[in-house]
């Protein structure tokens, strides 16, 4: 099983619907997550942390599952400035902990 | 508010040259990556640095590639002798710590012909 996996899309979504996807990691002792937005040709941004209770941001939900061992994030009310790829971020503890990023899940939204 | 700033934004570069990477990570992190991106790859971390000092450079594809950072302020990847498949899009990025949101500069866009 890969370390972090995201399905890479793409999703193709009309404006104003909800739109949600997951992530999957390997390592149950992972203890931070984060979800990061890049647009195309700029740099990864982050979007937000992943609490253990979950958390909202605006528009924006993220939750952890700890059992499933996977996270998610609901967008709703799309807008069409919400296109870009999502990235899952997930720290993989040991002597030297290292962050690893998913591949993206790349999502369009649609007038 | 600085961000992080590397250098060059573009590079195009004939196989063979060598090629250097520059990258001043925020004030005051004392985590810095490298990362490489491709399409087919994703996102790869090539090598990162706490406190100037490289702990894990697993990701560094072959012994072309090598990395410094010579002082808190500033860090270099460096190519040689560079090759066709190296063209990706390299990334630097900071954070105060590994398990901590990381901030990336603009990256740098290189092409090897």
């Known amino acids: 099983r890969k370390e972090v996996e995201q399905d890479p899309g793409p999703f193709n979504v009309p404006e104003g619907a909800t739109v949600a996807f997951n992530c999957t990691y390997s390592n149950s002792a992972s203890q931070s997550f984060f979800w990061y937005r890049q647009d195309c040709r700029k740099e990864p941004k982050l979007l937000m942390s992943v609490y253990s209770s979950g958390n909202e941001d605006g528009r924006f939900t993220a939750q952890l599952n700890r059992a499933s061992q996977y996270i998610s994030l609901l967008i709703r009310d799309s807008k069409l400035s919400d296109s870009a790829t999502y990235l899952c971020v997930v720290n993989i503890p040991g002597r030297d902990d290292k962050i690893i990023f998913g591949k993206g899940t790349r999502l369009h939204i649609l007038p | 508010d600085a961000g992080v700033i590397q250098s060059p934004r573009h590079e195009v570069t004939e196989m063979g040259q060598e090629v250097t990477l520059r990258c001043k990570p925020i004030?005051?992190?004392?985590?810095l990556f490298w990362y490489r991106q491709t399409m087919m790859r994703g996102l790869e971390l090539l090598i990162y640095?706490?406190?100037?000092?490289?702990?894990?450079d697993s990701g560094m594809p072959e012994d072309r590639f090598s990395a410094k950072m010579p002082n808190a302020s500033f860090s270099t990847l460096k190519i040689q002798p560079s090759e066709p498949r190296d063209s990706a899009v390299y990334f630097c990025a900071s954070s105060f710590s590994p398990n901590q949101p990381q901030h990336f500069g603009d990256g740098t866009r290189l092409s090897i012909l």
């Open positions: 640095f706490n406190n100037n000092v490289p702990i894990d």
């Open positions: 004030s005051g992190h004392d985590y």
